[in-house]
């Protein structure tokens, strides 16, 4: 069975770091590989796919690669702001999506 | 719609009581997922339906739980006899995968349900 694993559990850091965000899984045979947030009390905003034969997307601010051989995927945040507090989720995608437990992200101004 | 909606929003039930939980997903999406996420834990996966096929099933916690998709469309999770620990949010999400491609999913708001 996939096992997702996000590390670190819970991160503080100041305005304007950047950040990266680790998540690792133990079966390489995915299809995909999607990062979310979730603010407390709402559901999921998708942030970034990175397809299988993909290493990385980017949108904005933020940067996502992929390494399947190896099982892990980072998200990278550049130039962090409060409104990046969030929990962060990834899913690796095969039949279902397995979701890794998160990282709690806050940003202190 | 824009977005994957889902209703009600939130549910107060008594335990013993049935329950729908209502999905309508992005238009054309032919996957439709339903997952759990209880007070402090990760995601569950409950159900996947997949265009006509037949639906994975293979997370539903009791037989207390079913779920059916109409026309390809819209779906409705039941929890029948509901138990206290089957408060949760429930999240239901879409994506337009094609064959063995899986595609971006979008996620609803959820259905906080709680049973008392």
């Known amino acids: 069975k996939q096992e997702v694993t996000q590390i670190p559990a819970a991160l503080s850091v100041p305005e304007g770091e950047n950040l990266v965000l680790n998540c690792s899984f133990t079966d390489s045979a995915i299809y995909n590989l999607q990062w979310f947030r979730q603010d407390p009390g709402k559901g999921l905003t998708s942030l970034l796919l990175?397809?299988?034969?993909?290493r990385e997307q980017t949108s904005g601010r933020l940067n996502a690669s992929l390494d399947k051989s190896s099982g892990r995927s980072t998200l990278y945040i550049a130039a962090s702001q409060p409104g990046d507090s969030a929990t962060y989720l990834c899913a690796a995608i095969g039949n279902q999506f397995y979701f890794g437990t998160g990282t709690s992200l806050t940003v202190i101004p | 719609g824009a977005g994957v909606s889902q209703s009600p929003s939130n549910k107060v039930t008594e335990k013993g009581k049935d329950v729908e939980l209502r999905c309508d997903p992005i238009?054309?999406?032919?996957?439709l997922y339903w997952y759990r996420q209880s007070l402090g834990q990760g995601l569950e996966f409950l159900i996947y339906f997949q265009g006509n096929s037949a639906p994975d099933k293979s997370g539903l916690p009791s037989d207390r739980f079913s779920a059916e998709r109409t026309g390809g469309s819209v779906s409705t999770l039941t929890i029948q006899r509901t138990q206290q620990e089957d408060s949760a949010v429930y999240l239901c999400?879409?994506?337009?995968?094609?064959?063995?491609?899986?595609?971006?999913?979008?996620f609803g708001q959820g259905t906080r349900l709680t049973v008392v």
């Open positions: 990175i397809q299988s034969s993909q």
């Open positions: 238009s054309g999406h032919t996957a």
């Open positions: 999400a879409s994506s337009l995968d094609q064959g063995a491609r899986r595609t971006e999913a979008f």
